[in-house]
């Protein structure tokens, strides 16, 4: 059997791993030393491994406890495997995939839950000849290269993360879009995370973010954008250009990512996710929106 081989890929993050066999069981020591490359590369890419749905599900239980997906449609699920996610372009069940826009803004998954996943395996089996690739942007390099001023700013700060905010829902069946609301409502997120395993800050930024805690909706809206356009700058970013059979694991909580829609959408595109279930760091948002400067105007003026 070939030597297991870890080879970077890219400047901010991303590794290629060779020489295994994800078909088989892996032994403590491969185990370890797989985890300890993930925390040090963030992304690692396995080519070449043509799993089943057990195999992939059992390759990723390495890594961690497997959500069970309640914060999904039940018809995005595998059937008889609701632990992977069905990312497709394809009909399902004669109609459109529920998910044939999934991840087409800057995200973190499932940071609209309470348990933002710890980790996501994607596999692909299907692919157009061209495009269909994903880029991860490394929110721990984005957070240590802002000043300190700045990160003391972030420190403290805490954002609401909404489902509604993930890019073409409102395509979507009217039905399945009102059910996925009533089970993921919008959840406050501290806006910098310590990460469990190497201790490091890194952003929890993104384009599911409606707004800052605190803040107007002006304030709000410049900050944000400001750390989604820093943290998503190309020095922070890796780019994967999928084959059939690479299965990619990436680390959520020190990441966002994004797929591009660049790619003949009549060509069938199709991937399947396990994700690691995450901590429970959340907690549910009230009601009320971000100020807007003309009600922070009369409040201050009604004190006067």
């Not at 690692?44 to 990723?60: D, K, M, N, R, Y």
């Not at 940071?111 to 395996?121: D, E, F, I, N, Q």
């Not at 919008?186 to 910098?192: I, L, Q, S, T």
């Amino acid at each position: 059997m070939p030597e297991l081989t870890i080879t970077p890929l890219g400047y901010a993050m991303g590794a290629a791993v060779t020489g295994l066999d994800l078909r088989r069981p892996l032994d403590d020591l491969t185990r370890r030393r797989l985890y300890d490359a993930w925390l040090k590369h963030v992304v690692l890419v396995f080519p070449g491994q043509p799993l089943t749905p057990e195999e992939h599900i059992a390759f990723s239980a390495n890594f961690g406890a497997l959500d069970d997906h309640d914060s999904q449609a039940p018809e995005t699920l595998l059937e008889g495997h609701r632990e992977i996610l069905v990312v497709t372009n394809k009909h399902r069940l004669g109609k459109p995939s529920g998910t044939r826009n999934t991840g087409r803004n800057w995200h973190t998954d499932l940071s609209y839950t309470m348990r933002p996943a710890k980790g996501s395996l994607l596999l692909c089996q299907e692919k157009p000849p061209v495009g269909g690739d994903t880029m991860w942007a490394n929110l721990t390099m984005a957070y240590e290269t802002l000043s300190p001023k700045m990160q003391a700013i972030l420190d403290g700060l805490e954002a609401v993360h909404d489902v509604t905010l993930v890019k073409g829902i409102g395509a979507r069946d009217p039905a399945i879009v009102q059910a996925m609301k009533q089970r993921n409502p919008a959840v406050v997120h501290p806006m910098v995370r310590v990460h469990p395993d190497t201790g490091r800050k890194s952003l929890l930024a993104g384009e599911r973010v409606s707004h800052i805690l605190g803040f107007s909706e002006e304030e709000s809206t410049a900050l944000l954008d400001f750390l989604n356009a820093h943290a998503t700058a190309p020095e922070f970013v890796y780019r994967h250009r999928w084959s059939v059979g690479d299965i990619v694991l990436w680390d959520n909580r020190c990441t966002c990512h994004v797929a591009l829609p660049d790619f003949d959408q009549t060509q069938p595109r199709l991937m399947l996710r396990c994700s690691l279930q995450g901590e429970s760091v959340g907690r549910l948002a009230e009601a009320a929106p971000a100020a807007t400067r003309e009600q922070m105007i009369q409040t201050v003026a009604s004190l006067s």
